[in-house]
Nanobody
C-alpha cells in the first residue's frame, strides 16, 4: 500500500508555469512506475506523463516539450513541471503509482486552471 498526496495546483494565466508535487507515504524505489493523469470536465481521465524506476519517461503528445516529470527518491516525491500552460490543460491532475504487482494507487487530485 502507498498513499499519495498531491500539491501545487492553482490558477495560472495562459503561458504561465506550475509545478505539481506528489508525496508518497513510503519509498518509491520499489514502485514500477509513477505518473500523472488528468481529467477535464466531461472527459475521460488521460495519461499525462510517467516515469519508471529507472528514470525512463513517457508523455502525452500534446504536453511534450512543455511538461517535465521527475522524481526525488530521497524525498519519495514525484514532480510535474508544467510550462507554457494552455487553457486546454485545465483539469484535475492525479498522481498515480503502480507497484510490482501492477496494483494502482491514486492521490486525491489537485485542480489546475489555466485562464486569463
Amino acid at each position: 500500500q502507498v498513499q499519495l498526496v498531491e500539491s501545487g495546483g492553482g490558477l495560472v494565466q495562459p503561458g504561465g508555469s506550475l509545478r505539481l508535487s506528489c508525496a508518497a507515504s513510503r519509498s518509491i524505489l520499489g514502485l514500477y512506475t509513477m505518473g500523472w493523469y488528468r481529467q477535464a470536465p466531461g472527459k475521460q481521465r488521460e495519461l499525462v506523463a510517467t516515469i519508471t524506476t529507472g528514470g525512463s519517461t513517457n508523455y502525452l503528445a500534446s504536453v511534450k516539450n512543455r511538461f517535465t516529470i521527475s522524481k526525488d527518491n530521497a524525498k519519495n516525491t514525484v514532480y510535474l513541471q508544467m510550462n507554457s500552460l494552455k487553457p486546454e490543460d485545465t483539469a484535475v491532475y492525479y498522481c498515480n503509482a503502480r507497484d510490482a504487482f501492477l496494483a494502482n494507487y491514486w492521490g486525491q487530485g489537485t485542480q489546475v486552471t489555466v485562464s486569463s
